[in-house]
Structures are given as C-alpha cells and as structure tokens.
C-alpha cells in the first residue's frame, strides 16, 4: 500500500501552533509573577495602584494570548488530522466527492443494498 505524505504546508502549521502556545505559556508566568511582585512593592509602598493596574492588565492579555494560542493549537491539530486521514484513507472520484478507499457504490452515491431495498418496498 502507497502511503501518501500530509502536505508541508499542514505539518509547518501544527509545528508553528505548538510552538506559539509554549511562548504564550511562558509570557502568562511571567505575567503573573510581575503582578506578584508589583503587588508586593505596592505593599511596601515602592508601586504606585497605577503600576499595579498596568500589571494586571498584562497578565490579563497574555492569559488572552495563551487561550487563543490553545484555540490555534486545537483547530491546527484538528485541520493536520484531517489532512492524515484524507491522505491516507481516502480517495477522491471524478464527482468531487471522498469515499473510503475499499467502499463500494454504484456511482450515485448510494450503495448497491440501499438501491434493492427501495426498490423492493415501493412494489408492494
């Protein structure tokens, strides 16, 4: 059996999703330990509410970013699987429709049982 490769262009898109979450991750820690130590100094009387406000602010954006990152991620893992399953399984006929390699039709799209069975209920 001939065993198709995924195209490039799905496998670049997967690789580069999963990197982005890793780097949105990373800012969202780091986010929320400047918080902390903002809070911290602001207690000490070292930060103003204003600096504080900023800090949550960006800890509130980069928890954004990694939700986002995580849609990216899954909709990136569901399109690379797509793209596995129709390389590999799947073929295409001359309609413009996918059927399952190894499934039989009689070319209307329906299989060669439902045909015989309509048929045999409309003779009553």
């Given amino acids: 059996m001939l ?5 490039l262009n799905a496998v670049r898109a997967f690789e580069a999703t999963g990197r982005n979450g890793s780097v949105t991750r990373a800012a969202r820690e780091l986010s929320e ?3 902390e130590a903002e ?3 602001f207690a000490v ?3 103003t509410s204003f600096q504080v406000v900023q800090a949550q602010r960006d800890l509130a954006t980069a928890r954004y970013n990694e939700v986002q990152a995580i849609l990216d991620y899954t909709t990136s893992l569901a399109d690379y699987e797509a793209v596995q399953e129709t390389s590999v399984g799947t073929t295409t006929g001359g309609t413009g429709q996918i059927t399952l390699a190894g499934s039989s039709s009689n070319g ?8 015989s069975n309509s048929s045999s209920t409309t003779g009553r």
């Fill in 33 to 35: 330990r400047k918080l």
């Fill in 108 to 115: 209307s799209g329906a299989s060669s049982n439902n045909s």
């Fill in 39 to 41: 809070q911290k100094k």
């Fill in 3 to 7: 065993r198709r490769l995924p195209p």
């Fill in 45 to 47: 009387g070292l930060s």
